[in-house]
């Protein structure tokens, strides 16, 4: 335990000003692109085979559980591609901020998965896209600080441009993109569980793993927070 608190105060501080610690230009530059995504369509109503709500409001904040131990059953993809979409599109609504603070977006990385292969996918503006094969993650427990991470079905990170937010509003912006993000994480959680299935939120996302894949640079576009999926274990 850290016995000066210089540091902490200084970002304390920082949160009571709008003024950018950068050179403020952050409208000028972009997150690197995707050129070789390929477009998954995912329909607005669900299939058939999508699981459906099992609990409402009440009954999913009564039933919620953070767990570790999943069970091996693939979850359809698709599904939680459609929760995503559904979840940026409030923030989006919600907040009325991607011009200014710019826009979320979320990595899916399906490890077991039902209906689309396995594998990377994105879902941003409204999209999603499919960036890469299961094979090249690597090892799936480098992408969480605990390693039982890997054995969900899957993790969804949230990703937020800090450039962006920064010169927005100065550390103000950090708060701001870190609470919409947090906002974004609960919303899916809570409707994933309400589908019967389970998982947990968790800051232990270690980005630098797959930053060559979702050409993460820790400022215009920066991981936040992440959660698993999964169906419960028997």
Request: aromatic share 8%; hydrophobic share 40%; no cysteine.
């Amino acid at each position: 335990m850290r016995s000066d608190l210089t540091s902490m105060t200084a970002v304390l501080d920082g949160f009571g000003t709008r003024t950018s610690t950068s050179d403020g230009r952050a409208a000028e530059r972009r997150p690197v692109p995707f050129p070789d995504a390929v477009p998954v369509p995912v329909p607005e109503e669900p299939a058939d085979a999508d699981p459906i709500p099992v609990h409402d409001l009440e009954g999913t904040l009564r039933r919620r559980r953070s767990t570790l131990h999943y069970g091996q059953e693939p979850v359809r993809t698709g599904a939680i591609l459609s929760l995503v979409r559904e979840a940026l599109g409030r923030d989006r609504e919600d907040w009325g901020l991607d011009a200014e603070a710019g826009a979320l977006e979320a990595f899916v990385f399906a490890f077991r998965s039902e209906g689309l292969a396995p594998g990377l996918y994105r879902v941003a503006g409204g999209e999603s896209f499919r960036l890469a094969g299961l094979d090249e993650l690597g090892p799936l427990e480098n992408l969480g600080v605990q390693r039982e991470f890997s054995t969900a079905a899957g993790i969804v990170a949230l990703y937020a441009d800090l450039d962006r937010s920064d010169s927005w509003a100065g550390a103000h912006g950090y708060r701001i993109s870190a609470s919409r993000v947090a906002m974004v994480t609960y919303d899916l959680s809570l409707r994933i569980q309400a589908l019967g299935l389970v998982g947990t939120l968790f800051g232990g996302f270690i980005p630098s793993s797959v930053s060559h894949l979702v050409h993460s640079d820790g400022v215009s576009r920066h991981a936040l927070l992440a959660t698993t999926y999964a169906h419960p274990a028997s």
